[in-house]
């Protein structure tokens, strides 16, 4: 595991873009993990500057996202599908069927879950999956357990994702409890994993995560045995290491 703790939030985006960048440029029929959240909102108008310069080409590029709330429309402001058109995919020129997300609204979720997993196995594995951390570990929406959930899934968001989450909505009772996420093993098969964190609300999961046992309860941990890991934090994150 690589750790690089930078001096902004700017630097920390710029380093990650920096990353993604370079995979694009040496492999550009990549597929990409991508997450959603504050953190890499900076790192994706990085990309999109970088794109709009001539320096990356998204043409033959794919995308997995990592996870979508349930029962939630696609055009619904909250959705993920919805962050990512506006934030980062609707100012690149990647092909919209090269982009998969798994649709929070499908009216059989369990029939979601496993054909967002059948098309992430026949495409992949990832060769780049960015990630941000919940405030209780949580990667995708791989909660804090007492196992690593294994593939594509609804998890139950628990107390701590309601509460962080809820600022993205009118009231914590408007958020969604349910989410569609890929799991830990999908998140384990990735060639290259780009972890990222930022301020100090970040800094006690960051040190428990990258420094402490390996445990479901903080199922970021499971990053420690990967083979290839690049984790880019600015200097407030990285203050409990
Ligand atoms: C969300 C998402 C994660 C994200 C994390 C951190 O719940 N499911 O994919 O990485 O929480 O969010 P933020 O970057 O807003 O702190």
Redesign the pocket.
Do not use: V
């Given at each position: 595991m690589k750790i690089i703790i930078t001096d902004s939030y700017k630097e920390m985006s710029e380093r990650a873009g920096n990353v993604v960048a370079s995979q694009i440029i040496l492999k550009p029929d990549s597929i990409l993990g991508l997450?959603?959240?504050?953190?890499?909102l900076e790192m994706y108008r990085y990309l999109i500057e970088l794109y709009k310069k001539g320096v990356i080409d998204f043409q033959n590029i794919t995308t997995f996202n990592?996870?979508e709330y349930h029962r939630i429309s696609p055009s619904s402001p909250q959705s993920y599908a919805y962050y990512m058109m506006e934030n980062f995919f609707n100012h690149i020129n990647i092909p919209k069927e090269n982009i998969n997300i798994p649709n929070g609204d499908a009216i059989d979720v369990d029939e979601e879950c496993r054909e967002y997993a059948k098309k992430l196995e026949s495409l992949g594995p990832i060769d780049l999956q960015v990630?941000?951390?919940?405030p209780n570990g949580?990667?995708?929406?791989n909660e804090s357990s007492d196992h690593f959930p294994v593939g594509t899934h609804l998890a139950k968001l628990t107390g701590d994702?309601l509460e962080?989450?809820s600022r993205f909505f009118d009231s914590i009772d408007d958020m969604p409890r349910t989410?569609i996420?890929i799991g830990i093993r999908d998140i384990m098969l990735s060639k290259k994993i780009l972890l990222l964190a930022n301020g100090i609300g970040?800094a006690d999961i960051i040190a428990k995560a990258l420094k402490g046992k390996v445990t479901p309860r903080v199922p970021a941990s499971i990053l420690q045995l990967h083979h290839d890991v690049i984790v880019i934090l600015d200097k407030e994150a990285a203050s409990k290491l």
């Open positions: 997450a959603t959240g504050s953190t890499p990592l996870d990630l941000g951390i919940g949580h990667i995708g929406f994702t962080a989450n989410a996420t970040k």
